[in-house]
């Protein structure tokens, strides 16, 4: 929603990709929003799922959807933070279950600077990533495809894989599930990227995190149109008007596209993926990070902005 997604600038705006879903498949499905990163915010799941794999620290890679993964600037989220759209498995909010934590991090880390300097504001930009551009938009069982996709059909792995998830969720406040269906959250980056440009980053990035929690807790599907609307409600945005764009399959798709492509051009290949941008020079994370790590990213753009 999950995303992915995403990145996070100060004053002057860059970009964080979070996979769609977190939502991307995410955030959503990119985190974190196919679509923070969402297809919302903002964490790749391949990358973070096999490598911590192979330190049986089964992450589900990256917030995006997002993303929702509307890349943050996916998809943070999250992977869909970031459905992913910055940045979710496609990046808000695809599937990368790690958008929403990244999403919650980054979020703690901004508030954290912005104590310590009151006079500085930071501006969140998500941006869309699809970790599985080719889902289907009917989608699959979530379970069933992490563990044939992710762990060779493998029940230990899986379960090892759910074990250390849950863990992980609790230590930020999310309470994973694992059911629900895997699917192409195009829409959801659709639609983060629309209100996004419409009414404001604040406005994108409550839907990120309405998919991001809708995706990740409540095991909805990552782009349907109640999920959105759901979402939009959440931001506030009025039934009728979100009605009206989310049931326009084609209002906005051109452009959502082409922000997927451009990120691609950037070399964006994973979420999350959180840019800094600062008036000196411009600081790029890319993958999952510790708060403190994002803490001292912004520290040194506020330190090198005087």
Not at 23 to 40: G, M, R, S
Not at 97 to 109: F, K, N, Q, S, Y
Not at 241 to 268: C, M, P, T
Request: aromatic content about 8%.
């Amino acid at each position: 929603m999950g995303s992915g997604l995403g990145s996070c600038a100060e004053v002057p705006t860059k970009e964080t990709v979070i996979d769609e879903a977190a939502i991307d498949e995410a955030a959503i499905d990119e985190a974190a929003i196919d679509e923070a990163a969402i297809d919302e915010a903002a964490i790749d799941e391949a990358a973070i799922d096999e490598a911590a794999t192979d330190e049986a620290a089964i992450d589900e890679a990256a917030t995006d959807e997002a993303a929702t993964d509307e890349a943050a600037t996916d998809e943070a989220a999250t992977d869909e933070t970031a459905t992913d759209e910055t940045a979710t498995d496609e990046a808000t909010t695809d599937d990368t279950t790690a958008t929403e934590e990244v999403a919650g991090a980054l979020d703690a880390a901004t508030e954290a600077v912005v104590e310590l300097a009151d006079t500085v504001n930071f501006t969140v930009t998500y941006f869309p990533y699809q970790l599985n551009p080719e889902a289907t938009k009917e989608g699959e069982d979530k379970y069933e495809w992490y563990k044939k996709s992710k762990y060779g059909d493998s029940n230990d792995k899986m379960s090892m894989y759910v074990t250390l998830m849950s863990a992980y969720g609790q230590s930020a406040g999310i309470n994973y599930k694992f059911g629900g269906i895997v699917a192409n959250t195009l829409d959801a980056h659709r639609v983060v990227q629309h209100f996004q440009e419409k009414q404001g980053p604040e406005v994108a990035d409550k839907i990120i995190n309405s998919l991001y929690s809708q995706y990740f807790e409540n095991e909805k599907h990552p782009s349907s149109d109640q999920t959105l609307l759901t979402a939009t409600t959440a931001a506030g945005i009025p039934d009728s008007e979100a009605r009206s764009f989310i049931e326009d399959r084609y209002d906005g798709l051109f452009d959502v596209k082409n922000k997927i492509q451009e990120q691609a051009h950037n070399g964006v290949d994973s979420v999350p993926y959180i840019v800094f941008e600062g008036r000196r020079r411009d600081i790029t994370l890319i993958g999952a990070k510790e708060v403190e790590e994002y803490e001292k990213a912004l520290a040194q753009i506020v330190k090198e902005s005087d």
